[in-house]
């Protein structure tokens, strides 16, 4: 089923390693299918140079598994509970890339300094509170309560890494790549 969301989710996921955005298996971008509300996300542990888009797994928007050979990502309740609270969001993206998430170390919301970062964002990217990585919905509720307007497309999760959203899965990862080059550039000025 989905296999077109497949395919998608799959190269959006292997556009991360492109991008330069995560290492070894880290990192995960999930797609929903409007139609039916299923989410489309990466399995746990397989790789990004074998994964296939038969490797996909469909889940529920409870996360639970509609069809797969693999465990969904450790982050699915993350993605679906962004999905239940944002109906305009169709692709999500999580990686700790290490100038974005420089600023999840010091804590700090990412300020908006440059206008291609307005242009793209909005204004600064917020930042979660603490949050309760053993409660199933401990991200997903820390990301949509950071979230100071209704079309946030990226959140920084404290003291761990970010989190994109876009209208489809490869326009999650496109915000992430963004905001990491922002992010260097920033880092770059001494911010
Ligand atoms: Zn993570």
Redesign the pocket.
């Known amino acids: 089923m989905l296999e077109e969301l497949k395919e998608k989710v799959c190269a959006a996921n292997k556009e991360l390693v492109k991008q330069g955005l995560v290492i070894l298996t880290?990192g995960n971008v999930s797609g929903r299918d409007r139609r039916k509300e299923y989410v489309v996300i990466k399995p746990e542990g397989v790789s990004y140079e074998e994964m296939t888009p038969a490797d996909m797994v469909v889940t529920g928007l409870n996360g639970e598994v509609v069809e797969g050979s693999h465990p969904p990502s450790g982050?699915i309740h993350a993605h679906c509970f962004v999905y239940k609270h944002r109906k305009d969001v169709g692709g999500i993206a999580?990686t700790?890339s290490p100038y974005a998430t420089s600023y999840a170390v010091q804590g700090k919301p990412i300020p908006a300094l440059l206008i291609p970062h307005t242009a793209n964002f909005g204004g600064d990217i917020p930042i979660t509170q603490k949050y309760d990585m053993e409660h199933k919905y401990g991200i997903g509720s820390a990301l949509i309560k950071a979230m100071k307007n209704k079309n946030e497309k990226a959140v920084i999760l404290d003291r761990?890494?970010i989190f994109t959203f876009g209208n489809d899965a490869a326009d999650a990862v496109k915000y992430a790549a963004i905001l990491e080059d922002l992010a260097k550039t920033y880092r770059a000025a001494g911010r």
């Open positions: 880290i982050y999580h700790h761990h890494g």
